[in-house]
């Protein structure tokens, strides 16, 4: 079912959703970005039309809705731990084609993985409906189509949002209440087709290549030019690791909680063991990690897609201007070069 909406339209069906579900979009906080003077655009909950930033990308994904850079996992005293509770009322995140499919990924990682479901996903993510905003064609970090991840079928609602208001598609029938004597429409969702950006997946399913590839000098560049700072990773869409730390709430150090915080491949120490062990200790193989994970050991793993959506937020955030895809482009050169070198291509 489709429906054409003004401004005050708009409006009066977001009221009606925020009666029943916390209703996340992205939307800008002036003032609050890299710099004084920019602002950052992130999930939050929103109330009105004018609060929604649908012609921008966010700076920050879904994950953050979901998976907070920070959360409680649970209360402790002296002798006894309380659990921290998940949300009560239902979620509705409006989202582009890319963040929906990024959490298809996520999804893989925390539910059912080795056997494992993550609790503190699976009790928000249960809660969660979408509606997928259309995407105006993302900007020059954005390489979607790349990936395969732009287009959906995982949504309940759509939108495609104008300065005038918004046409909508209602796919799940529990939503047709909230547009009732709304007026309707035939309207079907479009999606991005090409992308200004184009990245070429180098295939990596030969182990001598990759050995071939790990040894590669192109790594060694990162040594002088990543400051190992992690924003890419939690600027991601689909990165998932964490580390946990309690916080001590005075003078007594057994009173205080625990809390789960998003961290980074990235960052120095992250693998480091007992007696000092490192596994990665410069940030080119740090790079080589992150980037290997999204373009071949994930898929290895899970088997239908990659890692990456092509969101590049990761691009976007970093303040060394590393760029993802330049960096898989490379990597494909990089590929060619060594099965030119095995005589395989
Ligand atoms: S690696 Fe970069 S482009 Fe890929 S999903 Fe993460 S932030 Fe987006
Ligand atoms: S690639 Fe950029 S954002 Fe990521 S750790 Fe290195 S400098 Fe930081």
């Known amino acids: 079912m489709g429906y054409t909406l003004n401004v005050e339209?708009?409006?009066?069906?977001?009221?009606?959703?925020?009666?029943?579900?916390?209703?996340?979009?992205?939307?800008?906080?002036?003032?609050?970005?890299?710099?004084?003077?920019?602002?950052?655009?992130?999930?939050?909950?929103?109330?009105?039309?004018?609060?929604?930033?649908?012609?921008?990308?966010?700076?920050?994904?879904?994950?953050?809705?979901?998976?907070?850079?920070?959360?409680?996992?649970?209360?402790?005293t002296e002798d006894e731990y309380r659990e921290s509770k998940g949300p009560k009322k239902p979620i509705l995140i409006l989202a582009r084609p890319?963040?929906?499919?990024?959490?298809?990924?996520?999804?893989?990682?925390?539910?059912?993985?080795g056997g494992y479901t993550d609790l503190y996903y699976e009790r928000v993510r249960e809660k969660v409906r979408f509606a997928m905003m259309e995407c105006g064609g993302g900007d020059d970090t954005c390489f979607c189509?790349?990936?395969?991840?732009?287009?959906?079928?995982?949504?309940?609602?759509?939108?495609?949002?104008?300065?005038?208001?918004?046409?909508?598609?209602?796919?799940?029938?529990?939503?047709?209440?909230?547009?009732?004597?709304?007026?309707?429409?035939?309207?079907?969702?479009a999606f991005v087709e090409e992308n200004e950006l184009k990245v070429e997946i180098p295939d990596l399913e030969d182990p001598t290549v990759r050995q071939a590839l790990k040894n590669h000098p192109m790594w060694k560049e990162f040594n002088g030019r990543c400051i190992s700072c992690g924003a890419c990773t939690v600027a991601c869409s689909t990165c998932t690791c964490f580390t946990t730390r309690?916080?001590?709430?005075?003078?007594?150090?057994?009173?205080?909680?625990?809390?789960?915080?998003?961290?980074?491949?990235?960052?120095?120490?992250?693998?480091?063991?007992?007696?000092?062990?490192e596994f990665r200790s410069t940030a080119g193989d740090r790079m080589r990690y992150k980037v290997l994970h999204k373009f071949h050991d994930y898929k290895a793993r899970f088997g239908d897609s990659h890692m990456c959506v092509g969101c590049g937020r990761c691009t976007h955030r970093c303040p060394e201007l590393i760029s993802i895809s330049a960096t898989v482009n490379k990597v494909h050169a990089a590929v060619a070069e060594i099965k030119a070198g095995m005589g395989a291509v």
Not at 23 to 38: I, L, M
Not at 54 to 66: H, L
Request: with cysteine; charged share 25%.
């Open 98 to 113: 890319c963040d929906i499919n990024a959490q298809h990924v996520q999804a893989k990682i925390y539910v059912g993985n």
């Open 246 to 277: 309690d916080v001590i709430y005075g003078d007594n150090p057994e009173v205080g909680e625990r809390r789960r915080v998003t961290a980074s491949c990235q960052i120095e120490g992250f693998d480091q063991m007992a007696g000092q062990r």
């Open 145 to 189: 189509v790349s990936m395969g991840t732009n287009r959906t079928d995982d949504y309940s609602l759509a939108f495609r949002f104008t300065p005038g208001g918004a046409l909508a598609q209602v796919t799940d029938e529990s939503f047709l209440p909230y547009f009732a004597e709304m007026p309707e429409e035939d309207y079907t969702p």
């Open 9 to 76: 339209q708009v409006n009066t069906v977001l009221a009606a959703l925020r009666k029943d579900y916390a209703v996340y979009a992205p939307k800008r906080f002036p003032k609050q970005g890299r710099y004084s003077d920019t602002d950052v655009i992130r999930y939050a909950e929103v109330e009105t039309f004018a609060d929604i930033v649908w012609g921008e990308k966010s700076d920050y994904p879904v994950k953050e809705v979901i998976t907070p850079i920070q959360q409680a996992i649970f209360y402790f």
